[in-house]
């Protein structure tokens, strides 16, 4: 059964930097799309960056753009969210997504709705 599984939280300073991976089981191709999202507490669920299948499209909301890099390698099944320059406002759980299967690639949004497969989530706490 095709299920993300992210890992890769904890604490950091502000200033700061993380690396959330997200392991994709169940899959053997790689006709899926990737997200973040993140849900801080008190808020609504953000969604914070996704990729296509190849990589070709990629997108940041405006509160990561510049200080969050996404990235995938297809070959293990794995997703990465490089965090910098972390600020208490990262505080959050951050979760893995993935809309399966996307057999013609197209570019990719951060709306929930799109996504059918969600990791469990991992927490990231900023604060010095």
């Known amino acids: 059964q095709f299920q993300p599984v992210e890992s890769g939280g904890g604490l950091a300073q502000p200033g700061g930097s993380l690396r959330l991976s997200c392991v994709f089981s169940?899959?053997?191709?790689?006709?899926?799309?990737i997200a973040w999202f993140r849900q801080a507490p008190g808020k609504e669920r953000e969604g914070l960056s996704c990729?296509?299948?190849?990589?070709?499209?990629?997108s940041y909301a405006d509160s990561v753009k510049g200080r969050f890099t996404i990235s995938r390698d297809n070959e293990k099944r794995m997703a990465y969210l490089q965090m910098d320059n972390l600020n208490a406002e990262d505080t959050g759980v951050y979760y893995c997504?993935?809309?399966?299967?996307?057999?013609?690639?197209?570019?990719?949004?951060?709306?929930?709705?799109?996504?059918?497969?969600w990791g469990q989530g991992t927490q990231v706490t900023v604060s010095s």
């Open positions: 997504a993935a809309e399966y299967p996307v057999y013609l690639e197209r570019e990719c949004g951060v709306d929930g709705h799109d996504y059918n497969y």
């Open positions: 169940g899959v053997f191709s790689e006709f899926y799309q």
């Open positions: 990729m296509s299948e190849s990589g070709r499209w990629a």
